[in-house]
């Protein structure tokens, strides 16, 4: 399972970390978040990661009112498959968190395997004026909010979706985060195959070094061995860099404007489609193909796209 000869893209349009101040390109209205992961596909995303956001101000909605008018456009105008996020934003409950994949049922859901320090809060060196009230005390916010993801936390989110053949996109922001996850596997409570998500570079996990990405590979191997799939994502200006690592050593990738809103130095990327485009453009340089949306759901076991409830 590990060394699949194709690559999967992940796409995460939106996320909940950076605010709508930082780029006039990051999707806010359900307009927008549906043509952006629509884009993306056409681009080569075989997977779409999805948050949602209020559409006056942008700040993260978790309801599965806010998920439901972009959920049915892109299942009708793409074939990609849809990863609702159980992450959320740090300042929901879990209930809240859950909710939208409890609803709606989707191939693929991310799971977070630990409480973290998630700081945001190094953004306001460079983001001095903001357009909403909420933005600088969210990010401020971060320095001393912790990211909750205990025990009985994941055991909720997997109990909870545990009947709707749901698979998940599996976040591990460090390497105890592996271990957890191999705690819940020894129990029984989620089987393989996993697709571990190792995500680089955010301030309070694990860092963005080559050795860092080495060290989280050759852990997975040891404590997974053939019942995994590997994929990455890099932080910020670490997004490309991390993919080409993992690319070259048989991983998958996520890039999307929840990961980084950068094309390249100092060039804010137009769209998700752009940064997918470019993943491509490197994965495909090393002579890789990259994994078709059907291509996808056989390599991770998926339910398949008329199995969802939207």
Request: proline share 5%; aromatic share 8%.
């Amino acid at each position: 399972m590990a060394k699949s000869r194709k690559i999967i893209i992940t796409c995460a349009v939106t996320g909940s970390i950076h605010t709508p101040s930082m780029s006039p390109n990051l999707p806010i209205t359900a307009v927008e978040i549906a043509d952006a992961a629509i884009g993306a596909a056409e681009a080569g995303a075989a997977v779409v990661h999805l948050h949602a956001r209020d559409p006056k101000d942008g700040r993260p909605d978790q309801s599965p009112e806010a998920f439901a008018p972009f959920l049915k456009v892109i299942k009708q105008r793409a074939n990609c498959v849809i990863n609702i996020t159980t992450g959320g934003a740090p300042t929901m409950t879990v209930e809240e968190r859950v909710k939208p994949a409890a609803t709606f049922k989707p191939e693929v859901a991310s799971l977070n395997m630990g409480t973290m320090n998630f700081g945001l809060f190094p953004m306001l060196a460079r983001q001095k004026e903001f357009k909403f009230d909420w933005e600088r005390p969210y990010l401020e916010g971060s320095r001393e909010r912790m990211f909750k993801n205990t025990f009985a936390d994941i055991e909720y989110i997997l109990t909870t979706c545990a009947n709707n053949g749901t698979r998940f996109e599996i976040e591990c922001y460090d390497i105890g985060h592996l271990y957890t996850l191999r705690h819940f596997a020894d129990r029984g409570v989620v089987k393989p195959p996993f697709f571990i998500q190792s995500v680089f570079g955010i301030l309070g996990g694990i860092g963005p070094h080559p050795e860092d990405v080495l060290h989280m590979k050759r852990t997975a191997d040891r404590l997974f061995g053939d019942q995994y799939h590997w994929s990455v994502l890099g932080a910020g200006r670490n997004q490309m860099a991390i993919a080409a690592q993992a690319a070259a050593m048989g991983g998958n990738v996520r890039v999307g404007m929840e990961d980084s809103l950068w094309l390249g130095p100092g060039r804010l990327a137009k769209s998700n489609a752009e940064q997918v485009a470019k993943a491509r453009q490197i994965i495909e340089g090393l002579g890789l193909e990259i994994a078709s949306s059907d291509e996808a759901r056989e390599i991770l076991k998926l339910k398949g796209g008329d199995q969802v409830a939207f």
